[in-house]
């Protein structure tokens, strides 16, 4: 199968958050003691041709099977980051607000559900969704067909979060830069050109109160060069470079604390595949493979 065979197909929205999308429903579909995330909303939010091949292999059609175990070999261990991902980030959020955070800002939210399916944070922390205008209108159509109206705890934005104008935009629609605030940046970073990475972050640590903290995930500066040592690093490359979202930013190997350090963080936690195969793969998971390639990393606003 080549690589172009595996892609989605970009039209009027993203693929990306479409294939995100596809990867928590393929794992919210596993027995409840054995799937690593579960978002019961994602569904909605996968076109006819992704909703059909997921029928397929629940059926267990064998040429859909045949597929996705293709899939599983070309990129191995993505799948598992992936949903391994989106449990550590719930799992940070269920901390964060435990910890009294006010204020939750998802950046390039594409698809996230976060805000409709995490129990307790629609009661206690006011949610800004952000993304482009063409992404976030079928976002909001999906949630009005879900829910039958947009609910109160949440702004959608429409802005590039690269740009000097986000904090701009979240201000002008209610965002307060003295409240505590969790920053999720999920699947994103690698997307934006290093000035964009570094305006963010800066923006991010001048309008934002004590206790605020982000979250996001990383890649090492050899999987945006194209000179990754692993044959899966240089297959994800030139797959997204195909699909017209090329990767921008990475993070040379070891460098991520100092990194963020220099930035105005502190408490800064890496988080290897290493440390999330271990938290999560166990049991009846134990077997299953992760791609050392995905990092997550999460720190707090020095004040």
Do not use: W
Not at 81 to 107: C, H, N, T
Not at 182 to 205: A, D, H, K, T
Not at 208 to 228: A, L
Not at 274 to 281: L, M, V
């Amino acid at each position: 199968m080549k690589i172009s065979e595996m892609q989605i197909k970009r039209k009027n929205t993203s693929g990306t958050a479409e294939e995100i999308a596809f990867h928590r429903v393929i794992e919210s579909a596993k027995a409840e003691e054995e799937r690593i995330c579960y978002d019961p909303y994602a569904i909605y939010f996968i076109g006819p041709e992704l909703l059909k091949f997921f029928e397929a292999t629940a059926c267990n059609y064998p040429e859909a099977k045949a597929r996705l175990k293709e899939m599983y070999r070309l990129f191995p261990g993505t799948q598992n980051s992936i949903v391994a991902r989106v449990r550590y980030f719930d799992d940070y959020l269920q901390d964060s607000m435990a910890e009294g955070i006010k204020q939750l800002v998802i950046l390039g939210a594409g698809y996230d559900t976060r805000a409709y399916r995490i129990e307790g944070l629609k009661e206690k922390v006011k949610v800004f969704e952000v993304d482009y205008p063409i992404i976030q209108k079928v976002k909001i159509e999906k949630i009005k067909e879900i829910f039958g109206s947009l609910p109160g705890h949440v702004v959608f934005i429409n802005a590039d979060v690269g740009s000097e104008e986000l904090f701009k935009s979240l201000l002008e629609q209610g965002y307060n830069p003295s409240e505590r605030t969790l920053f999720i940046m999920e699947g994103l970073i690698y997307y934006i050109p290093p000035e964009g990475v570094e305006n963010l972050l800066s923006s991010i640590v001048q309008n934002s109160g004590p206790g605020s903290r982000i979250i996001f995930d990383y890649f090492p500066q050899s999987m945006v060069d194209g000179t990754c040592e692993l044959e899966v690093g240089n297959l994800i490359h030139e797959r997204v470079k195909q699909s017209g979202e090329p990767f921008k930013f990475g993070i040379t190997d070891g460098t991520i604390e100092e990194f963020l350090k220099e930035r105005g963080f502190s408490h800064i936690q890496n988080v290897t595949s290493e440390d999330y195969k271990k938290a999560y793969f166990y049991g009846k998971n134990e077997n299953r493979e992760v791609c050392s390639l995905y990092s997550f990393v999460h720190a707090m606003v020095e004040y």
